[in-house]
């Protein structure tokens, strides 16, 4: 456990625009940051950052929080975990005692596997440098591709041995649990207790970091010649791995990347790594997969222009052409490089410095239009038929294209080249938008369908439509929020102060001074007596949890509300604080007309503070306005039920309630008791 002194030390240290820049690449508006969303499919910069309140916020996808809580939401790291991340980006120490069984026990499958992967990371670059297999074999083969020390250090590369089970007795001699062994896949085979074989044994590995620098697989090569089995294997899909949302070096790329505000897309591990020695550090690869969504996603949180370099082979002009659909459809800008024939990035960047190698980059890259084009119009030749799927599969591509006017550009040159009118190229162009979006729109009506049985959905657009769902069928939800608003907010603040004029002599002067005369309760001690008094509580069991907490501190004159909630360990918790301290929950219409129509936001926010003694009892006295309602509705049904024993008592019942509904609709805005 980490004590309270160095949490709060860690919580003062952090600040979300280090933290988020770390991940995100971030644009000055006004005086928030905004950029890409790293939790949902961003093409248009949703993700502000406040530097004045320490948090961030999503207004797409609803995500966002402190810094503790962005580091836990996108490294997928516990409460504790994510700490222990942002100190050691500060450099504050974190005592902590070693692992007993039983705390190893109690990490959950995440932690574990993280941890046995530095632990297998650490154990191959071991084998690598100091045993003698690992000289002769595995730094001999780095050595013999070029690659020099420092680079093999910096990529972390490592060798594992040709035993079949080296490493996995290693790692149970070192207290690692078979059962992790195999969901990471580092280890193969164990059925009915047999022995654990290792998966990349003979091989030379390429340890594979998540943007934060933890690993997260590994790729193996092998070496010698082995029948019916091929060069390269990779870690399998796992709970922390999944392939299509990874890249191989962008933990290494992303600072480069977002200098030269241009990544370079390559194919292989080797391909990153030598142009890394060669001084090309804004590059990664999509490890010989086909390119997704996910990994263009992650690229394009750091820049929105992207070259693809590829083999000069047909193989490599093919590849090209996969990747480009995708890249466009995801609002990148794309140009292509084909490398000379017989070369590939890697060997190419052995034979050039930096500046050779961009200035190759810049001689040679074309937009995809132009290479598309040029490329199928020397496949075609004369043939109308051809010609005409030509056309189609350009057409195709451009209607990918989110931005109008970018797609504008692209149809005009498009109409150059291959010698077209404009207006029939729109016109297909919106055929096949048309036909994209219906056919879009059909998946997404059957995802729902299939979901709807689900109990619970990981797309932000259906957890916010469930939140509503929610809400309208409790009819006190936004009224409880927003009496947890204030208190979130204020804590422990007054809801009044107030002040006397009182004279004093200064020499021979008599000055007239304001003198603090009288404090009010503050905000959680008021909504606590305001709503216990007439047995009203919260309804959400989240909002009464916090209110709870709240509570608890009320005697504590050092308690910061806002602080405490957004660094909660509890991610909902953590989550919906971030949202009512946000800027988007401002005052509610009936709240700002106290203030005046012609009041702006800004101002509204700015005077809220000192108008806590009309907003917040008004809050209470909103919710039991809505609480009378529902029991005067009640006690309707009840009547009508038939039961005539409890009639005059109904009746009773309810003339109270209607009399309590008129006062408090008449006096609405002031603080109001229920007596009943």
Request: proline share 3%; glycine share 6%; charged share 30%.
């Amino acid at each position: 456990m980490i004590d309270q002194i160095t949490i709060a030390r860690i919580q003062d240290a952090a600040q979300i625009i280090d933290i988020v820049s770390d991940f995100v690449t971030l644009r000055r508006r006004g005086v928030n940051w905004v950029g890409l969303c790293p939790f949902h499919d961003d093409r248009t910069p949703s993700f502000y950052v406040s530097p004045a309140k320490n948090i961030c916020k999503c207004f797409a996808c609803g995500e966002g929080g402190s810094p503790i809580h962005f580091v836990m939401k996108h490294e997928q790291l516990s409460y504790y975990e994510a700490l222990k991340y942002v100190a050691r980006k500060y450099s504050i120490e974190v005592v902590e005692t070693e692992f007993t069984d039983e705390e190893k026990q109690a990490q959950s499958d995440r932690e574990s596997m993280f941890i046995l992967n530095e632990y297998a990371r650490d154990f191959f670059v071991k084998i690598l440098h100091t045993h003698p297999e690992g000289k002769a074999v595995g730094l001999t083969y780095f050595r013999e591709r070029g690659f020099r020390d420092d680079i093999i250090k910096k990529f972390q590369l490592g060798y594992s041995p040709e035993q079949r089970d080296a490493f996995s007795q290693e790692a149970q001699k070192a207290g690692y649990k078979r059962d992790f062994l195999l969901k990471t896949g580092l280890s193969a085979g164990g059925e009915h207790n047999q022995r654990l074989v290792d998966r990349f044994r003979g091989r030379v590995i390429f340890p594979v970091h998540k943007l934060s620098g933890k690993v997260v697989a590994f790729g193996g090569r092998i070496l010698k010649k082995v029948d019916n089995t091929g060069k390269y294997v990779n870690s399998p899909e796992s709970e922390i791995y999944s392939k299509s949302n990874e890249l191989y070096g962008i933990y290494f790329a992303k600072s480069a990347i977002v200098k030269q505000d241009k990544c370079f897309l390559v194919e292989g591990y080797t391909d990153v790594i030598s142009m890394h020695q060669a001084g090309i550090e804004n590059v990664v690869s999509s490890s010989g997969t086909a390119l997704t969504h996910g990994q263009i996603r992650m690229i394009h949180r750091f820049s929105e222009n992207i070259t693809v370099l590829y083999d000069g082979d047909a193989a490599g002009i093919k590849a090209a052409l996969r990747g480009i659909d995708l890249l466009l459809e995801d609002g990148m800008n794309v140009k292509v490089v084909l490398l000379p024939p017989g070369e590939d990035p890697d060997s190419f960047a052995k034979k050039q410095n930096a500046d050779n190698f961009h200035r190759y980059i810049s001689d040679n890259e074309v937009d995809f239009i132009r290479f598309k084009t040029q490329l199928l119009l020397e496949e075609v030749g004369d043939d109308p038929i051809k010609r005409a799927g030509l056309i189609s599969n350009v057409v195709e591509s451009i209607a990918l294209i989110p931005n109008t006017i970018t797609r504008s550009v692209y149809i005009q040159d498009c109409s150059q080249l291959l010698n077209m009118q404009e207006r029939v190229l729109i016109a297909e162009i919106n055929k096949i938008r048309k036909r994209n979006y219906e056919r879009k729109k059909e998946q997404d009506d059957k995802a729902v369908a299939r979901g709807e049985n689900q109990e619970q959905s990981t797309d932000p657009a259906e957890e916010r439509s469930k939140v509503r769902r929610i809400s309208s069928l409790n009819p006190y939800d936004k009224y409880e929020r927003e009496i947890l608003r204030y208190v979130v907010r204020y804590g422990n603040t007054p809801i009044y102060q107030k002040f006397e004029k009182q004279k004093r002599k200064e020499g021979k002067k008599v000055v007239e001074e304001d003198v603090l005369v009288e404090v009010g309760p503050g905000v959680t001690e008021f909504v606590q007596y305001d709503l216990e008094r007439d047995q009203i509580g919260f309804s959400n069991d989240l909002y009464r949890q916090m209110f709870e907490e709240a509570v608890k501190n009320i005697k504590d004159a050092e308690f910061n509300s806002g602080r405490y909630f957004l660094s909660h360990p509890d991610p909902k918790v953590n989550k919906l604080a971030s949202e009512l301290m946000s800027d988007r929950y401002h005052l509610s219409k009936i709240h700002s007309k106290i203030l005046g129509e012609e009041m702006g936001d800004k101002s509204s926010r700015l005077l809220e503070k000192n108008l806590l003694h009309s907003y917040v009892p008004r809050a209470t006295t909103e919710l039991k306005n809505v609480y009378v309602l529902q029991k005067i509705e009640e006690i309707k049904k009840e009547m009508k039920s038939g039961n005539k024993d409890d009639y005059v008592t109904l009746i009773t019942r309810l003339q109270q309630l209607q009399e309590i509904k008129k006062v408090l609709a008449k006096e609405l805005g002031e603080r109001i008791v229920l007596k009943y």
